[in-house]
């Protein structure tokens, strides 16, 4: 199938952007990149895509990705509202969507753009332009938020987003945001609070892939996931809440001696996890 | 080198004592098995190794590896002491020392044989024979717990255990229970919490390395893991509740908007694990 569009512009060429920028490269776009930072523009340049420390080449493109953090992708697109093409499609890339989704709507309505809230299900613990793979989305979910699921730019937007090897799943900000925390926040926090033990300076001989596989987003960018916390503060709270349950359930188990009510919450957790291994197979 | 033994037993041929069954055939020592399971004796003559489910063959080996549960390995020692050849070796694998050691070497003591505790670091979220492999331990630490560092019996072993891969590291069982419940243990339980969530029967198209990786574990054996969960409780309840304070802390932070400590927490826990990324470099 055709390429919907021709010429694309990415705004932020940290680890997702400039993935981003690579893989619509590969997909046959003429890229436009910018980024406020002097050597990730010089970066991307290297890798042949035309980078800016300036906006002013995204606003003529058929379709603009954000990847910026949250607070600045709304203030990015509310500041260059007016320049943005009529007609045009901003798509963002942001960890949470309500927040998100609510400013921005009324920014493109109100400037005769379409905005659709976007979020690759692709990462690393390792982040900026550096560590930018054209096949990062291989095969990632890129969840899409649309105003109206019948709205006829999404269409485009999904074949574009096939093409560049993801699988949009169409789904509302709220429930995102409410499965976002389940499934990325709440691993970030456990990370971070696993390595904050005392015990863990001394785990070298003693660790192997379970340490390994739990604390690694513990290599975590603070500023970017405190954000991420925060303005999914709800949802967030509340899956930490029911963490905290389960772990307190399993550890007084624990202390009563209680092998029984142990053995029948590691059955239970072991049930939920053969249906993934089946459905992943 | 030279193998420093000749003939060695392996009682319990699941994930653990199959690879080592044919970890130790590979490093060209004839090997004898014992499992009290049928097919897995079948599965294990199929790849080669003398096995039955009688331990009569298990009792003229140079070395004799116990891979069973805890209970179970205690039981067994016990049973056959007065079998077990004079002068002859019995190391264990089980994943706790304190209580292991503590019964085993007086039970070595008065029948004449040396036993060292043990603890391969490797595993795998699937068990049994079918998933043994030769090279499971390959660049894996094999924890030791000699009853003296001094034994002439130690030197022997680690050159043995070289052989197969392993990297042998000599401690202490209180040291060793403790370190393993925070490296081991504990992810286990984070794991089997972690999926116990209401948001997790809905996370399919949600989710994506941090969800899978954390989660990887919940795939537990629920009777073995109570059965370790129980016998080092002391040390597991101290790493649950420590845990469960670090998770707290960031969610109450979150709670209250309290940007600040919730950036210095996880920036606190992003140099923890730098350190990590930079000795595995």
Redesign the interface.
Known sequence: MDVPFTRAGVAGLGLIGGSLALALRQAGLSVTGYDIDTATVRAANTADIAASTTPDALFDTDILFIALYPDATIDFVRTHAARIKQGGLVVDCCGIKTRVVEALTTVAAENGFTFIGGHP?????FGGFGAARADLFAG??F?LTPPDPQMPQLAPLETLLRRIGC?P?V?DPAH?D???????Q??????????????????????????R???????????L???L??EN?DA??A??????D??????NA??A?N?KS??D??????K??????L?QR
Request: aromatic residues 8%.
């Open positions: 299900m692709a990462g690393s613990e990632a979910s969840l699988v799943n789904t995102h409410r499965m976002i925390a389940f499934t990325s709440l691993p970030h926090a456990l990370a971070c609070a696993y390595v904050l033990s005392s015990s863990c300076p001394g785990h070298a001989g003693f660790s192997a892939g379970s340490y596989d739990v604390s690694r987003v513990a290599h975590i960018n603070p500023t996931w405190a954000e916390f925060l503060r967030f709270c899956e930490m809440d029911e963490m905290i389960h772990l307190q359930t399993l550890r624990a202390a001696d092998r142990l053995e919450l590691l059955k239970k957790a072991r939920r996890k053969e249906l993934d291994n459905q």
